[in-house]
Nanobody, 115 residues
């Protein structure tokens, strides 16, 4: 089982940028679907973006044009570049993958957008 560890979260001002990283403990060449989710205070966990092995990406409407998801399979790492951050982006961000009908999650990293 591949384990995931997020990093790169922190405090940023509105309009600022952060780059999140998700390091996998093993090869991600065998993982078709990887993605980023987030959970804000008092909210349910929601999908932010997904990236497939073939490079196809999907984004939540709320982050389209601002966030970019990518994966470097050779480095066993997935990224989320977040630009033009808003207060409503404040949440714990989780990386995840899906394989054989099962979902696997990292520990999460806190992103706080505040002036």
């Amino acid at each position: 089982q591949v384990q995931l560890v997020e990093s790169g979260g922190g405090l940023v001002q509105p309009g600022g940028s952060l780059r999140l990283s998700c390091a996998a403990s093993g090869s991600i060449f065998s993982i078709n679907i990887m993605g980023w989710y987030r959970q804000g205070p008092g909210k349910e966990r929601e999908l932010v973006a997904r990236v497939f092995l073939n490079g196809i990406t999907n984004y939540a409407d709320s982050v389209k044009g601002r966030f970019t998801i990518s994966r470097d399979n050779a480095k066993n790492t997935m990224y989320l570049q977040m630009n033009s951050l808003k207060a409503e982006d404040t949440a714990v961000y989780y990386c995840a993958y899906s394989r054989y009908g099962q979902n696997y999650w990292g520990q999460g990293t806190q992103v706080t957008v505040s002036s």
